[in-house]
């Protein structure tokens, strides 16, 4: 007996990796040459929720040609199948047609019938499970000794046989559909990470849509303000360029840098809410005039301030035309508490500015520009203007400021600083 069970176990050991139903398949082949059995069947009870049934994952019928493997018999007292799923006792019937009254289960003729198949004598055993459940069930049928020989009942020893390797077959069988509900999960949760990696991935492509429209918007906005303003040319693109190159000597965070080489644009967006007269006006501005004039920056940060993703646009806007020293506007801010990316807009626009022909002055060439942003004239004082450190970058790297003058200054600007 010792040597059967071994028997058993090597060939469940030879394919660790086999299915349900091809474990099932050879473990119906072996009952059978054990047992002599012309045919058989194994099930498996499957459950959901409070459900259960046996669910056929081997037939086999050496007589007539198997229809098929796949068909289901309830759980319950009433057929031969679940009375053993049940009860866990080996049932052992002589002639299928004639089972006596007193037994609770009956034969169900339906297949015989359907198939010309005379089913006699059953040997019908339960398959034990992990935790001392009921795992399957293998119902064997029509014991013939030879092809030609009549049909005899099982008998004791079949049954003694088969007791000891029933719970290493149930449990080898529940092992088996454990590991294929387990892959079949696993290729759900490969099929959901690929869906989920493709939505992130239209996701991320609609984000950079997105992301491009808005800075499209931004420069179409920025142009708008610049047309206003009477204004051409590539002011804008260079007080973005020499704005970003600073930001980048200055040592800021490259999400920054990218944010002020797009931004910066906007700082005087506000010029279109400024009285069209006072904007346009060719002479020297009166006092009035000159307050409307410099509400361009609150007007601009009124624009832009109505959306956080603009809030470096709407602090630039505002404080570009503060000083160093407080002497500035709007707020008349010093110091460091002059947002930085406003210090740094600062700079660029007066180096445009002073490079860029104006009614009142001709352009400035590159070194006349410099010598008045380090050293002053009547207008500017740069130690009182700019913030000192940026001043010092912008005497070191000067040359890149010329370098984006010469690459963007195709068009002349007129009439831009207030
Ligand atoms: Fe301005």
């Not at 176990?9 to 009952?31: A, H």
């Not at 260079?238 to 600073?246: A, E, G, P, Q």
């Not at 009166?286 to 603009?310: C, F, K, N, W």
């Amino acid at each position: 007996m010792v040597d059967l069970v071994q028997q058993f176990l090597d060939f469940i050991d030879e394919y660790p990796k086999q299915s349900v139903r091809d474990l099932s398949r050879r473990v119906l082949q072996r009952c059978r040459i054990l047992t002599g059995a012309e045919a058989g069947t194994i099930f498996v009870v499957r459950r959901q929720e409070r459900n259960r049934w046996l669910e056929a994952v081997a037939v086999q019928n050496d007589a007539i040609k198997v229809a098929g493997e796949s068909f289901r018999v309830p759980v319950d007292m009433t057929s031969i199948a679940g009375y053993v799923a049940i009860t866990g006792q080996t049932v052992t019937i002589d002639d299928a047609y004639e089972i006596p009254r007193e037994c609770c289960y009956r034969f169900n003729k339906d297949y015989d019938l359907a198939s010309g198949y005379r089913t006699r004598s059953i040997l019908c055993f339960a398959l034990g499970g992990f935790r001392n459940s009921i795992s399957g069930v293998v119902q064997l049928i029509n014991r013939r000794p030879g092809p030609c020989q009549a049909v005899l009942p099982f008998l004791r020893e079949h049954e003694r046989m088969i007791a000891p390797v029933n719970h290493v077959v149930g449990r080898a069988l529940e092992r088996a559909w454990f590991m294929e509900r387990i892959s079949a999960k696993n290729r759900e949760l490969r099929k959901s990470n690929l869906e989920l990696r493709a939505e992130q991935a239209e996701v991320g492509r609609l984000q950079v849509e997105t992301e491009r429209a808005f800075m499209q918007s931004v420069e179409l906005l920025a142009r708008a303000a610049e047309l206003h303003d009477s204004d051409t040319g590539n002011h804008i693109l260079r007080v973005n360029d020499y704005s970003r190159f600073l930001a980048e000597m200055a040592g800021m965070p490259e999400s920054f840098c990218e944010g002020i080489g797009s931004f910066a644009a906007l700082h005087d967006v506000g010029k279109m809410s400024v009285d069209k007269a006072v904007l346009h006006k060719r002479g020297r501005l009166d006092a009035a005039e000159l307050v409307e004039m410099q509400r361009h920056v609150t007007y601009g940060y009124d624009i832009l301030s109505v959306s956080p993703r603009l809030a470096m646009a709407a602090e630039i806007a505002r404080h570009h035309h503060e000083k160093w020293d407080g002497s500035g506007y709007p707020d008349g801010r010093r110091g460091r508490d002059i947002p930085i990316a406003a210090r740094l807009v600062a700079i660029a626009d007066v180096y445009d500015a002073l490079r860029s022909d104006r009614p009142y002055k001709p352009g400035f060439s590159h070194e006349r520009s410099v010598e008045i942003m380090t050293a002053g004239d009547e207008r500017i004082d740069p130690h009182a203007h700019f913030d000192p450190e940026l001043l010092r970058l912008f005497t070191r790297y000067h040359r890149e400021f010329e370098r984006i003058w010469d690459k963007l200054s195709d068009v002349p600007a007129i009439n831009c600083v207030a």
